[in-house]
């Protein structure tokens, strides 16, 4: 996210494999957060995709960009999760999971956040259950921005994210009166699919 909401640091090594997991879970930590500028949206359009199933949503998306601006964007994102139970969707892990907000899975979510180290900024209201905040803190985990033992990522994957995660991108993938964000939806859907593969195989 372009200002993180946690307090964290590390100094771990980290191969290229992982660091580019790690930006995907940031770019979708960014737009999810938030509706993008301009300058991130001419940042999104230059995405280059290949013949994979991933790389093809890269370029899906670099096209939805470049037809988008700042304001189509942000309406967009308004009509998608303005407001509690406003928007088309709603986020959140514990909605997902329970079918109500401020849930068990945030609870969980907060314990697990206490026995990482993490410490939430004063002053942010979101429910740390977002699915932003939550990609933020994959991308984090990933990137060796906290100090974690290997494999914390897949635990808190697992844990937090495998039993709805995919759902939520499907849901936004297929809103119909969205571009931008279905094709986000689209990106979301496709690399959790790789992720969930991944883990599997090196089960």
Same mark, same amino acid.
């Given at each position: ?29 960014? =737009? ?37 601006? &700042? ?8 009509? =998608? !999760?303005? #407001? ?12 997902? +999971?329970? #079918? ?8 969980? +979510?907060?314990?697990?956040?206490? %026995? +990482? ?6 002053? %942010?209201?979101?429910?740390?259950? %977002? ?12 990137? #060796? ?9 897949? &635990? !808190? ?30 990106? #979301? ?15």
């Amino acid at each position: 996210m372009q200002e993180s909401i946690f307090h964290i640091s590390s100094d771990r090594v980290v191969d290229e494999i992982d660091r580019a997991r790690a930006q995907e879970y940031a770019l979708l930590a960014i =737009l999810l957060s938030r509706s993008p500028d301009r300058a991130m949206i001419e940042r999104v359009a230059l995405l280059r995709g290949d013949a994979s199933l991933l790389g093809a949503a890269h370029a899906d998306l670099a096209e939805a960009a470049a037809r988008a601006d &700042e304001a189509s964007a942000a309406r967009e994102y308004f009509d =998608l !999760f303005a #407001g509690l139970g406003q928007g088309a969707l709603l986020p959140y892990a514990s909605h997902y +999971l329970t #079918g109500s907000l401020y849930g068990r899975p945030l609870a969980r +979510l907060r314990e697990t956040f206490q %026995h +990482l180290g993490i410490e939430r900024d004063r002053g %942010h209201s979101e429910p740390e259950d %977002h699915v932003a905040i939550l990609c933020e803190i994959m991308a984090s985990l990933i990137g #060796g921005d906290l100090a974690v033992p290997p494999g914390a990522d897949r &635990e !808190f994957f697992e844990k937090h994210l495998a039993r709805w995660i995919r759902r939520f991108f499907v849901d936004l993938e297929n809103v119909k009166s969205a571009d931008f964000y279905a094709r986000v939806g689209s990106l #979301g859907r496709t690399f959790v699919d790789v992720e969930t593969e991944a883990f599997a195989l090196s089960a």
